[in-house]
């Protein structure tokens, strides 16, 4: 079985952590024997490196090709045209692709499908591609891809263009299959498999070292994620006068940096607050263990991760009841789903977490049903049979 993986979803030597998600399904994929994969991890084409130019600077830092962990990644390039962009972006990304793909099959460096991540643009991409190279596609809704892009007009149309057009479909909550099939797609053509957990890489570090590397001497709560506005943090400050006792973790880096520090300032909570930056997986390891509480107040969110690291290292989590989130938290030891997107009700759900908290190590025993080893097993089942159709 060999797998051509396209996304722009993916780690790289500038982002480290950036859809590491997408690579750990990959990687734990690749255990099962027999299967060859390579990815294809496309970024916007920008021509200047200087620090001036912000994110775009970054895409132009990114290398051509890399190898992580034995499987080959290549980044090449596509245009992507200021205002226009979005709704240009899968088809000027297909075209990009096109050529190289094709050269690529004319070197005999076969695949039998393309494994594409995130609907938009990524798989409108990919179904293009698919259609143009006679391959199958199959394509993961990951979030916002579902739950935001297709509020725009175009954007929603060739979201369920690509779904009808790719072979089988994957979503990592029921939530994400749901929307689809409000959307018009076919339930029995989307399978649901929940992203896992690396519970060898993410488990509870000896907590008072932990603490003790982070300077942490009282309570403490953690809040992670890019610095947007939809991913809450600055409820998480807001919640903070009402919680003196405690001390919050800010990790990430993002646009909103700025305005979140002004905020702290103007609570007179800012020595409370300590902001980490961006932080890599191996710091995440001793930040979740060190911790007392994992705080996601998002807006939205297809599969949070960042919930079965916590709880995987021994940290239940308090989370806005949105999307997937009510599939990862289903018991006390993981945590506990808030109703309202609110710093109220972040700071009710403390309290009653401090009154009725499970052991850190029924919260790690809780995340151990969540491994990657049940998710691997059906994918590749499921690639296995649309391959076997495409040859039949």
Partial sequence: MKILTLTTLYPNNIKTNHGVFVEQRLRNLLKIEGIE??????????????DKFGQYAQFARIAKSEERYGISVSHPRYPLIPKVGMTL????????????????????????????????????????????LNKPVVITARGTDINLIPK???????????????????T???ALKDELVVLGIDPTKIHTLRNGVDLEFFYPQERVQAKQKLKIDR???????????????????????????YELLIAGDGEEMQRLKNLANDLNVSD?????????????????????????????????????????????????????????????????????????????????????RASR??????AEKFSWDETVHRLYDLFENIIKNQLA
């Fill in 272 to 356: 409370q607050v300590t902001f980490l930056g961006a932080v890599s997986h191996n710091q995440l390891v001793t930040i979740y263990s060190a911790v007392d509480i994992l705080v996601l107040a998002s807006s939205r969110e297809g599969w949070a991760n960042v919930l079965l690291e916590a709880m995987a290292c021994g940290t239940p989590a308090i989370a806005t009841n949105v999307w997937g989130t009510a599939e990862v938290i289903t018991a006390p030891a993981a945590g506990i789903l808030i109703e309202e997107q609110s710093a109220q009700a972040i700071v009710n759900a403390v309290r009653i977490m401090e009154k009725n």
């Fill in 172 to 174: 990592v909550c029921q």
């Fill in 361 to 366: 190590r029924e919260t790690r025993e809780y």
């Fill in 89 to 132: 972006a899968p088809i000027l990304m297909a075209l990009a692709l096109y050529p190289i793909l094709k050269r690529m099959l004319q070197r005999g460096e076969e695949f039998d499908l393309i494994d594409a991540h995130y609907f938009y643009p990524d798989g409108v991409a990919a179904a293009i591609l698919g259609k143009m």
């Fill in 152 to 170: 725009y007009y175009w954007p929603r149309k060739m979201i369920v263009w690509a779904a009808k057009r790719a072979t089988s479909i994957i």
């Fill in 219 to 245: 309570p403490t709560l953690l809040s992670v994620g890019h610095l947007i506005a939809r991913k809450g943090h600055h409820l998480v400050i807001e919640a903070m006068p009402d919680l003196p006792e």
């Fill in 37 to 50: 994969a390579k990815v294809i991890a496309p970024v916007p084409w920008f021509p200047f490196t200087s």
